[in-house]
């Protein structure tokens, strides 16, 4: 019998230090690194950094969204992340965050987080080495020097009646309104055509939300109620049925045959869960607390977008 549990105990080490080799080695596998598209910079320059992480394969970066001064930097654009595969069971998220810097001197960005989602849909947090850039500044030793200003040269100018000048000023002015009346007449009978994927137009709808500051204004059934709506409209267009105005029970059911990973639907079920909580009163959480229900959001739809609309380079609007 002692015998017996001595194997059971040594085949559960065994057990364990496998897990353990296993998660060290897939932590191994993941590097990161912040780099500059430019040199020989000076004040103003608008410097391209690449943003990397090589990762196993079906694994996903949830990189961060930088506010607009970030620490010494000024983030101009903050572009979209794209995935390459790299053919050996990796891939490498790459994301390109435009910057300036109005100051000569070295300086170094600040303490870059970003979380990482495996195929099991585990989430941790890593971080991304300090990068420093030096910027020169735009004046040389010749700028200084004083120099003599040469007059302009006078010319001698014919007398136009001022009647003239008013009526060619008049009929350049009719004709760009009238050119303008013309093009908005175009436009407006032109259909729009929405080229975006599914996924694209989710995490736009994310955006807006974020950028019409229900939480900060105290409106947090009304922000609930948009995320909510959000989820609902891609789980739709994703499996091809309508979710509206259905309970959450209804809704649990309609999904429960579609294509969707057991771990990926209860993730989107228990964000729903959350947001119907606070839509109708039964959840008052505080601002920090509710305001990760778009990060969620923004989770969910990294998750579920096939990887070939993943590589595809997508511009997000001005922030």
């Known amino acids: 019998m002692k015998l017996t549990k001595n194997v059971l105990t040594v085949a559960l080490m065994l057990v364990t230090l496998t897990f353990t080799f296993g998660a060290v080695s897939a932590q191994d596998e993941v590097t990161a690194a912040l780099t500059a598209g430019r040199s020989n910079l ?3 320059d608008v410097v391209p950094l690449t943003f990397e992480v090589t990762h196993p394969a079906g694994w ?7 506010p607009e001064q970030w620490g010494d930097y000024e ?11 790299n053919g050996d069971g990796t891939e490498t998220t790459s994301q390109q965050i435009d910057v300036a810097l109005f100051a000569p001197g070295t300086f170094q960005t600040p303490l870059m987080e970003f979380r990482l989602v495996n ?3 585990q989430m941790t947090t890593r971080q991304v080495t300090p990068l420093s850039l030096t910027i020169n500044s735009v004046l040389t030793p010749d700028d200084m020097e004083l120099r003599d200003i040469k007059p302009q040269a006078e010319l001698p100018v014919p007398f136009v009646s001022p009647l003239v000048y008013i009526g060619a000023v008049a009929l350049v002015a009719v004709s760009v309104a009238a050119l303008a009346l013309a093009i908005r007449r175009q436009q ?4 729009v055509i929405d080229t975006r994927s599914i996924y694209q137009v989710a995490y736009d709808d994310l955006n807006a939300i974020d950028g019409r500051r229900f939480v900060e204004h105290g409106d947090y059934r009304s922000y609930a109620e948009e995320v909510s709506n959000v989820m609902r409209r ?3 267009r994703m499996y091809g049925i309508s979710l509206k105005d259905h309970t959450l029970l209804e809704v649990r059911r309609m999904l429960r045959d ?3 990973p057991p771990d990926y639907l209860r993730f989107a079920l228990s964000l729903l869960v959350d947001c119907d909580y606070v839509k109708f009163g039964h959840e008052m959480p505080d601002a920090n607390d509710i305001a990760a229900r778009t990060t969620r959001a923004r989770q969910f739809i990294l998750l579920v977008e096939p990887m070939d609309a993943a590589r595809q380079v997508r511009m997000e609007g001005a922030a």
């Open 60 to 66: 996903r970066v949830i990189a961060p969204e930088l």
């Open 42 to 44: 000076t004040v103003g």
């Open 188 to 191: 407006a009978n032109r259909p």
């Open 119 to 121: 195929d099991s849909g």
């Open 258 to 260: 579609v294509d969707l």
């Open 75 to 85: 983030v101009r654009a903050q572009l979209l992340p794209t995935i390459r595969d």
């Open 234 to 236: 891609l789980l739709e």
